[in-house]
Each structure stands twice: as C-alpha cells, then as structure tokens.
C-alpha cells in the first residue's frame, strides 16, 4: 500500500511564493505518476500538475509558468513550487497518483493567499 502526505501550506501574500513538499511511503514501486490537486471552497477538485518518474512535467494552464513540480525519487519526495501566488490559488492542495486513486486522498494542505 502506498501512503501520501501534504505538507508546507500556509498564508502568503500575493505575489509571494510557497513550497508544497508531497512525502510518500510504503509501495511506492507502484506509482508511475504524481499530481498536485486543488480543491477551492465551493468548486471542483482540479488538477494543478503531474509529473512521471521519468520527470515528464505536465501544468494547468492557470499555473503555467508560475508553478514547478519536481521530485526526488531518492527519498520519495515530490515538490510543488508555487511562484507569483494569486488570490484565485487559496484551496486544500492535495497529492496523489496521476491518475488518482480514491483511496490515496489525504488531509491535503491548505494554501491562502491575501490580496
């Protein structure tokens, strides 16, 4: 079984930055692929990026350019670097498998950025 956890959330003014950090553990062999979800207050849960083990990088449109995804098989860890933070990017940012696995959701971590 494989166990994710969010961390590295928090309060930021706009036009600040914030690095998410996505810690797994247990059968992490079995994943092939990673995203960074968001889930703001009264709308859908979204797909923010995704990254393959072999680093193939993948963005919404909305957080092209300003956010980074990376990952460090090494210690099974996988970064959201959010740059340029915007009001519209306050949500619970949630990882899991790319694409993800109902079981696989956990607390997330919550993003508020003021304006």
């Known amino acids: 079984q494989v166990q994710l956890v969010e961390s590295g959330g928090g309060l930021v003014q706009a036009g600040g930055s914030l690095r998410l950090s996505c810690a797994a553990s247990g059968s992490t062999f079995s994943i092939n692929a990673i995203g960074w979800y968001r889930q703001a207050s009264g709308k859908q849960r979204e797909l923010v990026a995704r990254?393959?083990?072999?680093?193939?990088?993948g963005y919404a449109d909305s957080v092209q350019g300003r956010f980074t995804i990376s990952e460090d098989n090494a210690k099974n860890l996988v970064y959201l670097q959010m740059n340029s933070l915007k009001p519209e990017d306050t949500a619970a940012y949630y990882c899991n498998t790319w694409p993800p696995a109902t079981t696989l959701w956990g607390q997330g971590t919550q993003v508020t950025v003021s304006s």
């Open positions: 990254i393959t083990r072999l680093g193939i990088a």
